[in-house]
């Protein structure tokens, strides 16, 4: 069964410092992997997904995530972190084969220091 | 464009008591779900539609029915609501490329209390 780990319950960055949250998962095959954001009292917003093709891929907010099939890595970064991206990140992963259901890690919480 | 609509936002129940979570979206997703949250567990998948007249068990299925009449719609029932379910809970849909859901749109979230 596909899986998702995402090691970091809690990330503090200043703000303009760089982030690095990471992820890692659980299958046999190349997964489609997902993050999602989530702003205080709201639902899941994508930010970005990678289904193929080139492993660095770029999504909304300054963000961008790495593919690494040999470490099952799909980590997020952004180079200057802004007040506002203090948030939950969610890293999701959907297997081909059987019923494409994402399954989703547990999340980060990101804490923006001024 | 609403997207995805749940209903209530809030509610409190008393244990034993039954209700519906609903939900409701205009883009024509074959796709629909509902999520559990809970502090320190992420999100947990309780059941999910991939049409109308389909339905299936997630993660954490017990307590909790659903049914698919028509595309827009995937309510939530608790039957008898107990204090374990006092969550908040996500209503989320998608686009569906093959068998592939390509992008989640989430409602805003029921927080649900079990008193």
């Known amino acids: 069964a596909q899986s998702v780990t995402q090691p970091d319950i809690h990330i503090t960055v200043s703000e303009g410092a760089s982030l690095e949250l990471r992820c890692n998962y659980s299958?046999?095959?190349?997964?489609?992997l997902f993050w999602y954001v989530q702003s205080p009292g709201q639902g899941l917003q994508l930010l970005l997904k990678?289904?193929?093709?080139?492993?660095l891929v770029q999504g909304i907010k300054g963000f961008e995530a790495e593919f690494k099939r040999s470490q099952s890595s799909f980590n997020l970064r952004k180079p200057s972190v802004h007040w506002s991206d203090a948030a939950e990140y969610f890293c999701a992963v959907v297997g081909p084969g059987g019923s494409y259901i994402p399954t989703f890690g547990r999340g980060t919480s990101l804490i923006v220091h001024p | 464009n609403a997207g995805v609509t749940q209903t209530p936002k809030f509610q409190v129940l008393k244990t034993g008591q039954s209700m519906t979570l609903q939900c409701a979206q205009d883009?024509?997703?074959?796709?629909m779900s509902w999520y559990r949250q809970d502090p320190g567990m992420g999100l947990r998948l309780i059941h999910y539609?991939?049409?109308?007249?389909?339905?299936d068990q997630g993660e954490v299925p017990n307590g909790y029915n659903v049914s698919r009449s028509t595309t827009e719609d995937f309510p939530l029932r608790l039957l008898s609501a107990a204090p374990s379910q006092t969550s908040v809970y996500f209503c989320a849909s998608s686009y569906r490329t093959g068998a592939i859901n390509e992008k989640l749109f989430f409602g805003s979230g029921t927080q649900l209390s079990v008193l």
């Open positions: 990678y289904f193929s093709g080139d492993t």
């Open positions: 883009m024509n997703h074959e796709y």
């Open positions: 539609s991939v049409g109308a007249g389909i339905t």
């Open positions: 299958y046999g095959a190349t997964p489609y």
